[in-house]
């Protein structure tokens, strides 16, 4: 552990490992089974239970529990796993729990942005560079695409999907899947547009962005049902790598998407 800097109040079990230039700050508790990549930074009070492995350059901050045990009533007090990719920032009263039993694992990617009593549940997959607003909740094997936004005060129910560049409105309540690109916003929450700032500030083309704004309308403002919007997206627009996104996502769909 060379080059780690550990506060003299912090309690750091003796099988943790700690990557070259991490920072533990007071009153951090680093339990046992825990691996962290190189200049992590633990802020005060926060704390880390195992088995869990993050990467290189994550943050905690002051209060944030990562790595909890399940919430899920049916766990059995196995091991159970959490792994987080680097360079995320973990803000105040955070919250990850690890899954509900040992076959499973919660996932999160790299460069995501959690703000503060945001929770992410058991067995949930999130993807790259996501933003969850203040009091963002995944309930338990919720499914979250790469570049997603949640709203602050967002619920999400179990098993639902969030696809990539999807946004959620504040104080939404999603109970079906939000499609790639889509904006859904309300209690219960309804698709209300596309995702236009978030794809310009990616350099999307306006060749693109046409592209999805002509899916939205066929599926969101047509009087076709989705089986029909689907059909008539594949048979209208071009195989842009866009509309497959959107179409497989609809077509893999358990729960169904927002309407």
């Known amino acids: 552990m060379s080059d780690v800097k550990v506060h003299p ?6 099988s943790a490992k700690l990557g ?33 492995k993050a990467g290189a350059r994550n943050k905690f901050y002051a209060y944030c529990s990562i790595g909890q045990q399940t919430q899920d009533l049916k766990y059995k007090g196995e091991p159970t796993y959490l792994e987080i990719g680097d360079e995320n920032t973990f ?6 729990n690890r899954s509900t039993t040992a076959e499973g694992k919660t996932r999160i990617g790299h460069r995501g942005n959690f ?16 933003v969850f607003s203040n009091n963002g909740t995944l309930a338990g094997h919720v499914t979250v695409g790469d570049n997603a936004v949640m709203g ?7 098993f639902c999907r969030l696809g990539r560049f999807a946004i959620t409105g504040g104080c939404s309540k ?14 219960p929450a309804e698709v209300r547009g596309i995702n236009v700032v978030g794809l310009e500030r990616k350099n999307f083309s306006a060749e693109k962005i046409k ?16 089986r029909q ?20 996502f609809i077509e893999q769909s358990e729960r169904g998407i927002i309407r």
């Open 152 to 158: 602050g005060l967002t619920a999400v129910h179990q």
């Open 91 to 96: 803000r105040e009263f955070v919250t990850v």
């Open 229 to 248: 919007a689907i059909e008539a997206v594949r048979k209208d627009l071009p195989a842009a790598e866009e509309i497959t996104q959107i179409i497989e």
């Open 174 to 187: 999603i109970v079906q899947d939000v499609p790639p690109f889509m904006i859904a916003d309300g209690n």
């Open 115 to 130: 703000l503060a009593y945001s929770h992410i549940g058991h067995d949930c997959v999130v993807g790259d560079e996501v």
């Open 9 to 14: 109040t912090a309690i750091v079990d003796l």
């Open 20 to 52: 070259a230039g991490t920072e533990v700050g007071p009153y951090c508790i680093v339990g046992a089974n825990i691996s962290l990549g190189e200049n992590c930074w633990l802020q005060h009070h926060v704390t880390l239970q195992g088995p869990m």
């Open 211 to 226: 592209l999805i704004k002509e899916a939205f309308r066929l599926i969101y403002r047509s009087k076709l049902n989705t």
